[in-house]
């Protein structure tokens, strides 16, 4: 089962912080939804530094990045 | 639009402030300051009467610049979407305490670099200061610490600060009775304002965040952010070496209380990683469409006020009794707001 985790309508640096505890719980599979390019991008840098693969969807207004460890 | 990676993106942003801070003193703008946000939402707090100090009344046309400079990257990005209602109120609190932490330090924290970067040691403390302000803040973030989710808006919410922004272009050119201008310690208005509406656009690109850069390697060990502070502090340094402005042995309009310099920026950085954003970012989110952070920008403006009329801000001379009180009083009220703003 993959981690959901809702981003949307945070702050930063909060969209970051929840990824990154989800990382650090060792979740293999992420799925973050953010509506905000800020949160996309950083969640993305996080999750690619932290050796996980990021595919992003864009759906309307939100992005669903599915993350997937490497 | 011209694509740079974020990395190079946050470091041009961060490089060309800083030779800018140094350059514009050259121009005329108060030596040791330069271009100090929160020093300026001061000065523009005297122009329309906030406060009654005369000698830092003025409407500074950088701020201007940030705010519009950032309203069209946005929206040529279209990146101008209008959010907030995260706790709004809670947010223009903090801010004003932001802001008269600044104020007893003597400058934001973008001062504060410029500072060390033009040979003033008494930045040290405040550097200090804002490390460990922003370590307590992530120790609130990680304990739950959150202001609510933000929520579309109709498009006037966003605005609101670019119109006031222009409006004040407008006082500032027209120069009715009723407004403050300092004639003296200014670079002109037309290089204040490009050199604004430059590193408006670029910070809208980049997110340059004096605070982030410090909270994203305690929070997160990322130091995307960090190259924006580190590319300011070295070009503002090399600037001032070739200008003949490091380390004149005058460290104009700052003091040596350490202890107060280092609870001032405490604050800044504490404060700055409760509502996700220093200062300088807080005014660049205002422009294209935050809502949250138009309220933030409004909250250092009356924070300054208060700063100034119930004596809390420092002086070259010292800081009064009145600033540490201040200073106290805003830990107490970050307190109260952290610890009863933690969800689980």
């Known amino acids: ?70 | 639009m011209v694509k740079i990676k974020p990395a190079w993106m946050v470091l041009l942003a961060g490089s060309l402030f800083g030779i800018f801070f140094a350059v514009l003193t050259k121009f005329g703008n108060p030596a040791n300051m330069g271009t100090c946000l929160v020093c300026f939402i001061r000065d523009i707090a005297g122009a329309v009467g906030l406060h009654h100090i005369g000698k830092v009344s003025y409407i500074r046309t950088e701020i201007i610049g940030f705010i519009l400079g950032a309203c069209v990257a946005g929206l040529i990005a279209k990146e101008f979407k209008v959010v907030g209602g995260s706790s709004p109120i809670l947010r223009f609190i903090i801010s004003a305490f932001v802001a008269i932490g600044a104020l007893v330090f003597l400058g934001c924290p973008i001062r504060m670099f410029g500072r060390l970067a033009g040979g003033d040691p008494t930045g040290f403390a405040g550097l200090l200061g804002l490390i460990v302000g922003a370590w307590i803040g992530v120790l609130f973030l990680k304990s739950g610490f959150m202001l609510g989710r933000t929520k579309e808006q109709s498009k006037a919410n966003g605005w609101v600060i670019p119109v006031f922004a222009l409006f004040l272009f407008v006082l500032l050119l027209a120069k009715p009775s009723f407004i403050t201008l300092n004639p003296k310690g200014h670079a002109p208005i037309a290089i204040s304002l490009v050199v604004g509406l430059i590193v408006g656009i670029l910070a809208q690109r980049s997110r340059l965040c004096f605070v982030g850069g410090i909270r994203d390697i305690i929070l997160i060990r990322d130091f995307h952010l960090f190259q924006g502070l580190f590319g300011f502090f070295v070009f503002c340094l090399i600037v001032n070496l070739l200008l003949g402005q490091f380390n004149s042995g005058a460290y104009p309009i700052a003091h040596t209380n350490h202890l107060a310099s280092f609870l001032g920026l405490l604050l800044v950085g504490w404060g700055s990683t409760l509502i996700g954003g220093c200062p300088f970012r807080q005014t660049v989110l205002a422009g294209y469409g935050n809502t949250d952070s138009g309220i933030s920008f409004l909250g250092m403006l009356v924070g300054a006020g208060f700063a100034h009329n119930f004596l809390l801000a420092g002086k070259p001379s010292g800081v009064s009794i009145h600033g540490i009180i201040g200073m106290v009083v805003g830990i107490v009220v970050f307190l109260i707001i952290g610890f009863t703003n933690c969800v689980r």
């Open chain 1, 1 to 70: 089962m993959a981690k959901e985790i809702d981003v949307r309508g945070l702050s930063c640096p909060q969209p970051v912080f929840l990824t990154k505890k989800a990382i650090d719980a060792g979740e293999t599979e992420i799925i973050v939804t953010a509506d905000d390019m800020v949160a996309r991008d950083n969640v993305k840098r996080l999750a690619e530094n932290s050796n996980y693969n990021v595919q992003i969807e864009e759906k309307g207004e939100e992005f669903i990045l599915n993350i997937i460890k490497k």
